[in-house]
């Protein structure tokens, strides 16, 4: 079955223990991207990745870190979280080529720092 | 920039009965694509619905249509018949036509609640 597949669902956290989320989809796409969702906010994006070794900045980049070392996974990266960080989190991909299709969400991950 | 704009923080619809979800954008750029993605409360991300901006018809995909009207910047999302399974968080998006990516921008969402 074509999935993004995100662990974990649920995350309770302190301040400043460093975490990260991971993110694997196994339909070959090159283009990944992470969003936070809250609440009268939509989703805004954090990072995003073109592909192996090419990652960029979104929208609200500061506290978090990306890496693309393999096609397939997408980490993101919370070095020292903090309490404005609890959100809940889609990791999405989708083809390069720009298509009707839109984007292929992960399930999310709520995470709440304390 | 682009912006995505969903006026109704929440809205309260018959089961049965035909609902709008409103969505505005703004964009300078002639070429762009809108979706349509449903949240239930299991928090998944659905994909319903796509408009590419050079599209000739509205698109439509079973109960879901979009009333697309270029000139007012508009994309309304129209369900028919509404059902139970139909509550949920709604998004509208846009992809602006930045070359080489596929950055989506998203509104802040209507919930929709259909009652029995």
């Known amino acids: 079955e074509a999935q993004v597949t995100q662990n974990p669902r649920y995350l309770i956290t302190v301040t400043g223990k460093k975490l990260t989320v991971t993110c694997s989809q196994n339909?070959?796409?090159?283009?990944m991207s992470w969003y936070r969702q809250d609440p009268g906010l939509g989703l805004r994006q954090i990072y995003y990745s073109m592909n192996v070794e090419v990652t960029d900045k979104g929208d609200v980049p500061e506290g978090y870190k990306v890496s693309r070392k393999e096609k397939r996974n997408f980490p993101l990266i919370l070095e020292s979280p903090s309490p404005n960080q609890t959100s809940l989190y889609f990791c999405?991909?989708?083809?390069?080529?720009?298509?009707?299709?839109?984007?292929?969400f992960g399930s999310g991950t709520r995470l709440t720092v304390v | 920039a682009q912006k995505i704009t969903q006026t109704q923080p929440g809205m309260f619809v018959q089961e049965k009965e035909a609902v709008t979800l409103d969505c505005t954008y703004d964009t300078s750029d002639p070429s762009y694509g809108l979706f349509w993605y449903k949240q239930p409360s299991s928090g998944e991300m659905i994909f319903l619905i796509y408009?590419?901006?050079?599209?000739?018809q509205n698109a439509t995909e079973g109960r879901y249509s979009l009333n697309f009207q270029k000139a007012r910047k508009s994309a309304n999302l129209v369900i028919s018949a509404s059902q139970l399974g139909d509550s949920a968080m709604y998004f509208c998006a846009m992809r602006p036509p930045i070359q080489g990516a596929q950055k989506l921008v998203f509104g802040q969402g209507t919930r929709l609640t259909i009652n029995p």
């Open positions: 999405a991909s989708s083809l390069l080529e720009r298509d009707r299709g839109g984007y292929t």
């Open positions: 408009q590419g901006s050079y599209d000739q």
């Open positions: 339909m070959n796409h090159e283009y």
